[in-house]
Structure formats: structure tokens, C-alpha cells
T-cell receptor, first 115, second 114 residues
Framework: QKEVEQNSGPLSVPEGAIASLNCTYS??????FFWYRQYSGKSPELIMS????GDKEDGRFTAQLNKASQYVSLLIRDSQPSDSATYLC???????????????FGTGTRLTIIP | DVKVTQSSRYLVKRTGEKVFLECVQD?????MFWYRQDPGLGLRLIYF???????EKGDIPEGYSVSREKKERFSLILESASTNQTSMYLC?????????????FGQGTRLTVV
């Protein structure tokens, strides 16, 4: 089982609709969760971080975390063509002693917003 | 703004060469990471460092080594480059925190080994 799993897509969503991206993780000790956006040929950039169960909203983006189900999602409301990119889910175990911190990425979901 | 700078955007090296990839960050971050990114495989962690002179193996350390002599600089070394090390290499840094914090990435180095 992969440590962080995402559907690779491609996911196509009409402009103005809600895009829903999902991620599951295997390590129950994970403490922090991130969504990165990566445009083609560019490096990843952070969109959202979430540490507690529930929802976290930032503008058009909402991150949802359910630690019991080991599930993280990202919702993008009012999708725009500029949202077309690959979205990477990342999970960090944090550290309880030296060397435990490891930021692990999923393979990413390619999202296309159709005008 | 956090700035993570990788020394080269593109590199072409020959099989068997020793290759150095350099990364510098200017935000006094304790943690630094080296990833490689390949189509269909995503970002895979090669090595990370949580302090000067400290290093930990990631998921795919074979064929690589690292050096962190100063807090701001983390170097990735390919001891003897091979064609299967052709990839995009990404350096990242983060603040060291109990629960883990977001990583900031450099612009990437696309390495081709011929």
C-alpha cells in the first residue's frame, strides 16, 4: 500500500463548477497535511495546510481532513481555467525523536478546467 | 518571502560522472529535502536533513549522497551518474516543528545523463 494515494486523473471540470480532489494516507501517526499545486514545468507551491479534523477554508479552496478515515480532500469552488494544474497531496508524520520527520507526496491528480 | 535557490535549471552529464546539485535557502530553515520527480511516480524523497551535518535517508537513497556543512546549503551528490538518474530534482526547506510544516521548493534542476 502506498503511503499517500491519489487518483491520477485526469479530472475534467466545467468552469464555475466545484472540483473535488481526494487523498488517502496509510500512516495513522501523520499529523500535518498539505495540498500543493504544480503547473507544468514549475515547482510545487503550497495552497492549503490542515492539521485538525474538519474543514479549513481559504477563499475558493476548502481542505477537509478526517483522521479516523485517513482521508484528506480539497474542494475548489467556482473553478477557473487558471486552476488547471496537477494537485499534490502531502503528508508529514512530524517528529517525536530525531529523524522521524518525513514529508511524503502522492503522485498527484491532474485537473483540467474546461471553459 | 522564502527563497530556495537551486544552482542550475538544466544539466547534461555523462554516465559515470560525479554530479553535484546545490541548494541554498535564505529563511534559516532547519529542514532541507531533496526529491526527484518522474512522470507517474510523483515526488520521491531521496534524502533529508534536519540540522547541520545531520542527514536521513528517504525512500530512494541508492546512488546518491548528501552534504550539509552549513545550515543554508544542502547538496545532493550523484557519485557515478547513470541514465536512470535522468530526472527533475527538487530541493525544499521547512521550519522544524513537532507537527511538521509546509515545505518551500526551489525551481528544480532537470538533469539529463547521457
Amino acid at each position: 500500500q502506498k503511503e499517500v494515494e491519489q487518483n491520477s486523473g485526469p479530472l475534467s471540470v466545467p468552469e464555475g463548477a466545484i472540483a473535488s480532489l481526494n487523498c488517502t494516507y496509510s500512516d495513522r501517526g501523520s499529523q500535518s497535511f498539505f495540498w500543493y499545486r504544480q503547473y507544468s514545468g514549475k515547482s510545487p507551491e503550497l495552497i492549503m495546510s490542515i492539521y485538525s479534523n474538519g474543514d479549513k477554508e481559504d477563499g475558493r479552496f476548502t481542505a477537509q481532513l478526517n483522521k479516523a478515515s485517513q482521508y484528506v480532500s480539497l474542494l475548489i469552488r467556482d473553478s477557473q481555467p487558471s486552476d488547471s494544474a496537477t494537485y499534490l497531496c502531502a503528508v508529514n508524520r512530524g517528529w517525536s525523536n530525531f529523524g522521524n520527520e518525513k514529508l511524503t507526496f502522492g503522485t498527484g491528480t491532474r485537473l483540467t478546467i474546461i471553459p | 518571502d522564502v527563497k530556495v535557490t537551486q544552482s542550475s535549471r538544466y544539466l547534461v552529464k555523462r554516465t559515470g560522472e560525479k554530479v553535484f546539485l546545490e541548494c541554498v535557502q535564505d529563511m534559516d530553515h532547519e529542514n532541507m529535502f531533496w526529491y526527484r520527480q518522474d512522470p507517474g511516480l510523483g515526488l520521491r524523497l531521496i534524502y533529508f536533513s534536519y540540522d547541520v551535518k545531520m542527514k536521513e535517508k528517504g525512500d530512494i537513497p541508492e546512488g546518491y549522497s548528501v552534504s550539509r556543512e552549513k545550515k543554508e546549503r544542502f547538496s545532493l551528490i550523484l557519485e557515478s551518474a547513470s541514465t536512470n538518474q535522468t530526472s527533475m530534482y527538487l530541493c525544499a526547506s521547512s521550519v522544524r516543528d513537532r507537527v511538521g510544516t509546509e515545505a518551500f521548493f526551489g525551481q528544480g534542476t532537470r538533469l539529463t545523463v547521457v
